[in-house]
Structure formats: C-alpha cells, structure tokens
C-alpha cells in the first residue's frame, strides 16, 4: 500500500513561483516513475510531467515544457515540481502519482 501525500499549493499572481512537494509512503518508491497531473474545473485531468526510478530522464506536456521542474529525492521518498512563470491556465488541482495510486491534490491558483 502506498499513501501519496502534497503539499505547497497556493495562490500566487501570475509570473510567480510555486514548488509542490509529494511525500510518499510505502516501500518501492524509488523502483518507479513519478508523475504529476492537474484537473483545472470543468476539464479532465490531464498529464503534467513524469520522472523515471532514477531521477535521470524527465518528460513534460507541451503547456508547461520549460517553465516547470520535476525531480524526486528517493532517500525522503519526495517528488517536486517546481513552477515558475506561472499563468491563470496553471490554475487547477495538481495530483501526484505512482503506479494506480493517486494523491489528494493540491489547489494552484494563479490570479491575473
């Protein structure tokens, strides 16, 4: 069993920064890919950025290729996602993920 814990939503204006933090538990955390989605209202979710077991290889959607971060700390079993240049269409429930298992979101809400 695997429990996905973030943390470091907010508001912010646009141009600012957050950094989200997914504190995971459980065993095997470093033995997989770590993902990040968002769900802005009346939208479906939808992939944000992915990293694999090791921290080396990284992939982002399109919207956010080169604005946001992701990397994991396997020794505190942690996935980050570092967001810069934020805009009004960041503005959702951000979730980490592992294997089938899913956090409890945190709100981002970036203001015009």
């Known amino acids: 069993q695997v429990q996905l814990v973030e943390s470091g939503g907010g508001l912010v204006q646009a141009g600012g920064s957050l950094r989200l933090s997914c504190a995971a538990s459980?065993?095997?955390?470093?033995?997989?890919?770590m993902r990040w989605f968002r769900q802005a209202p009346g939208k479906e979710r939808e992939f944000v950025a992915v990293?694999?077991?090791?921290?080396?290889?990284?992939s982002y959607a399109d919207s956010v290729k080169g604005r946001f971060t992701i990397s994991r700390d396997n020794a505190k079993n942690t996935v980050y996602l570092q967001m810069n240049s934020l805009n009004p269409e960041d503005t959702a429930v951000y979730y980490c993920?592992?294997?089938?298992?899913w956090g409890q979101g945190t709100q981002v809400t970036v203001s015009s």
């Open positions: 993920n592992i294997k089938t298992y």
């Open positions: 459980g065993r095997g955390f470093s033995n997989y890919d």
């Open positions: 990293i694999n077991s090791s921290g080396g290889i990284t």
